[in-house]
Nanobody, 123 residues
């Protein structure tokens, strides 16, 4: 099993930047597809970005050009750097890991491992 713990959320002004981190334990993230998802109350969970075991990345159209996903296998950390933040980026952000096919990176139900989330508020 993989345990995931997110950090780095907070309150930021419109146009600001944040770096979210997800520390993994129990297994190496290099084995898995890793993803960042977000959710606001009463709305469906939304895929933000994904990174495959080979390092290939994918982004939701809503964040493309403003967000970068990366991973440090030596430290077992997944990161999400977000720039030019907008109010609509406000959400709880979760990292996820799993043996997910590249074309399924945005399908949250394919990931068996999840963190508890970190809140991002943009105003």
């Amino acid at each position: 099993d993989v345990q995931l713990v997110e950090s780095g959320g907070g309150s930021v002004q419109i146009g600001g930047s944040l770096r979210l981190s997800c520390v993994a334990s129990g297994d190496t993230i290099g084995r898995y597809c890793m993803g960042w998802f977000r959710q606001i109350p009463d709305k469906e969970r939304e895929a933000v970005a994904g990174i495959e075991s080979d390092g290939s990345t994918s982004y939701a159209n809503s964040v493309k050009g403003r967000v970068t996903i990366s991973k440090d296998i030596t430290k077992n950390i997944l990161s999400l750097v977000m720039h030019n933040l907008k109010p609509e980026d406000t959400a709880m952000y979760y990292c996820a890991a799993g043996p997910v096919m590249p074309y399924q990176w945005s399908q949250g139900d394919k990931y068996p491992y999840w963190g508890k989330g970190t809140q991002v508020t943009v105003s």
